[in-house]
């Protein structure tokens, strides 16, 4: 397997970060990772190790004020620069890669992002990958309350920030939990403005799932507490080629669940790739 890092400008001239790992020899095909609020690109290991091995090529990007690249933390002015950051990205992923299929696997916040990225580009794609997805969000900010306070707080105090306190619903993995917890590279605490992004884009997104035509398929736990509605996307997608698994028990970071839920996880995604090629 061959790692690399590198930089590329996004919207506005930002710097942005992205790594690749490859296999040594023979690539059958690309997915792009979206990572979710406040992580990382680096936070999807179990991904890599199962898929690389097998010939695929990942290339994951932090997202603007996430991780190691450029931008206040956790926060954006509009959540569309995520989406035009991702289409920069793709179209170098095209330029090195020419001539290999693209899948796109957006977790949580990235799920919304590869969704409206898929709306706009999707005649480019070889299928959409979507994890710890749904309709609307939960944790913190999945009451009528706490939606009206992100919406006031994100206007008069945007770069304000709160911590959602959600460490303990992402994974029944202990040792994820404490990974995500001591990760400095992991925000914790969210602007009320990029929260604020994220309400708005969920609305937005379930009007705009109809509209994807190419291949998809959907992996979120019964137990996600941070997303919630992953039940209804099936109503909302229209695309002929779609399959849904929702995993009894699960939390909200599927690839990161305990050992032998994970495995059955990512040999389902594994499974429906080679499938799609």
């Not at 061959?2 to 996004?10: C, L, P, Q, R, S």
């Not at 695309?239 to 939390?251: S, V």
Request: hydrophobic residues 35%; aromatic residues 10%; charged residues 30%.
């Amino acid at each position: 397997m061959i790692h690399n890092e590198d930089y590329f400008k996004g919207k506005n001239g930002l710097k942005l970060y992205y790594q690749t790992w490859r296999p040594d020899e023979n690539p059958r095909a690309i997915i792009q990772i979206v990572h979710g609020i406040v992580e990382h690109s680096g936070r999807y290991f179990n991904v890599v190790n199962e898929l690389v091995p097998k010939g695929y090529i990942i290339y994951a990007s932090d997202q603007r004020g996430h991780g190691k690249s450029e931008g206040i933390k956790a926060f954006v002015k509009n959540f569309e620069y995520f989406v035009d950051d991702q289409k920069t990205f793709f179209e170098l992923i095209k330029e090195k890669e020419p001539d290999l299929p693209i899948f796109l696997l957006g977790h949580s916040m990235g799920a919304l992002v590869a969704i409206l990225f898929a709306t706009k580009y999707q005649e480019g794609l070889q299928g959409l990958i979507l994890s710890g997805a749904g309709t609307k969000a939960g944790g913190g900010a999945g009451n009528i309350f706490a939606r009206g306070l992100v919406k006031l707080m994100a206007k008069i105090r945007s770069k304000s920030k709160i911590d959602p306190r959600t460490t303990d619903l992402i994974s029944h993995d202990p040792e994820v939990v404490k990974a995500y917890i001591e990760d400095p590279l992991v925000h914790k605490k969210s602007t009320f403005k990029l929260i604020g992004e994220l309400l708005k884009s969920y609305n937005k997104t379930t009007n705009l799932l109809g509209r994807i035509k190419v291949p998809t398929l959907v992996q979120c736990g019964s137990d996600d507490k941070l997303v919630l509605g992953a039940e209804d996307l099936d109503k909302l997608m229209k695309m002929e080629d779609k399959t849904i698994k929702i995993y009894k028990g699960l939390y909200h970071e599927v690839y990161n669940e305990l050992e032998e839920d994970r495995k059955t996880v990512l040999n389902d995604l594994t499974e429906w790739l080679d499938s799609h090629l």
